[in-house]
């Protein structure tokens, strides 16, 4: 005999909302709890209890069954949104609406937003939050789990639409010069997505610039347009005010077109990079980091390098440790050891 199933309610525990949402997950698969146990290596029993939120979900097993449903991460998601306990107030609600959203039209003054950003970059912004009291130091990796586990949305199927109009400001250093040279290296690949457009919205605009606060334009799955944007103290949505909705997308249009197009953007993005690939330190390197290169010839001539920064290959003169340091990207380091290799550069 076959036992209804027991109905639940996900408004009335965080355990109960992630259980209906890996139920839903599961079901949309078309898996048992059996076979999804099988392929998370975790028992059917342990699911069950799951479902029904008699038991809390381990974090492996919400991440081993986003793959395998593939739900874009959301079972991690909303595994981290339902510790967001210090997140602002209304954030909730709106990555909810994220979540589902088939456009977005994102507009930043002073941070890349958090749909783009880097762990490091993140933990920077983050930790500083902390250091001034505004979130506790011991919520500061629940915040910054949220954050990472949004950008799933990023790449899911089908993709949404994403245009995004950062402020120039949003290209000030935050974290560092390898903190920011990663973050731009970030900023250079998303652009690179089919699904979203990147513009600069450059600081000469001024004054002519249409708003002092930043806000995100997005679509219900209906197609209706919703807006999200923050206070200092809490963020809200938007849906029942089209006038002001319809007020906001006109400005956005507006800085649309001011902006740089997408290929200036891009040249600008990469300009900064080079700039701040010129900023790095030696101390950017452990002292005890520093390698001969199997590069360098036996005659004396001979170059260190320091392999572990994100992005950066730092190089510098064996015979002067203290003196100056050069710092190739990545890509340039592997098309120099190229060309060494085919004889490029004639015989060292």
């Not at 059996?34 to 290596?41: A, F, P, S």
């Not at 970030?186 to 450059?202: D, G, K």
């Not at 010129?278 to 036996?298: E, R």
Request: hydrophobic share 40%.
């Amino acid at each position: 005999m076959t036992l209804p199933q027991q109905e639940i309610d996900p408004a009335s525990s965080p355990n109960k909302a992630i259980g209906a949402q890996l139920r839903r997950f599961r079901k949309a698969r078309g898996l048992t709890q059996i076979e999804l146990g099988k392929q998370t290596n975790y028992s059917d029993s342990l699911i069950s209890l799951i479902e029904t939120g008699a038991r809390p979900a381990p974090l492996n097993l919400l991440r081993r069954s986003d793959k395998v449903l593939d739900t874009c991460e959301a079972l991690e998601l909303l595994y981290w949104s339902t510790k967001g306990s210090t997140l602002i107030g209304g954030f909730l609600a709106y990555i909810e609406h994220e979540r589902k959203a088939t456009a977005f039209k994102i507009y930043e003054l002073n941070v890349v937003p958090g749909l783009l950003q880097t762990r490091a970059y993140a933990s920077a912004l983050i930790n500083a939050a902390a250091q001034r009291n505004e979130i506790p130091q011991d919520k500061v990796g629940e915040r910054l789990n949220v954050r990472m586990a949004r950008q799933a949305m990023l790449y899911r199927e089908p993709a949404p639409s994403i245009h995004i109009v950062l402020e120039e400001n949003c290209l000030r250093p935050i974290g560092g010069p390898v903190v920011m040279a990663e973050q731009l290296r970030r900023l250079e690949s998303v652009a690179s997505l089919p699904h979203v457009m990147l513009q600069i919205a450059p600081s000469s605009l001024g004054e002519d610039l249409p708003t002092t606060w930043p806000f995100t334009l997005l679509t219900s799955p209906n197609g209706v347009w919703m807006a999200y944007l923050e206070t200092i103290q809490r963020g809200y949505v938007e849906r029942e005010d089209q006038d002001n909705i319809r007020f906001l997308a006109r400005t956005y249009d507006w800085l649309q077109a001011q902006a740089l197009s997408c290929a200036d953007s891009l040249t600008l993005i990469r300009t900064r990079l080079k700039e701040f690939h010129a900023m790095f330190p030696i101390t950017a390197a452990k002292p005890n980091s520093w390698m001969k290169s199997s590069y360098s010839n036996g005659g004396g001539q001979c170059i260190e390098v320091a392999p572990g920064i994100s992005g950066i290959l730092p190089v510098r003169d064996s015979k002067d440790p203290d003196g100056p340091q050069l710092a190739f990207d990545m890509d340039a380091w592997r098309s120099f050891v190229a060309g060494i290799k085919s004889g490029e550069f004639g015989s060292i």
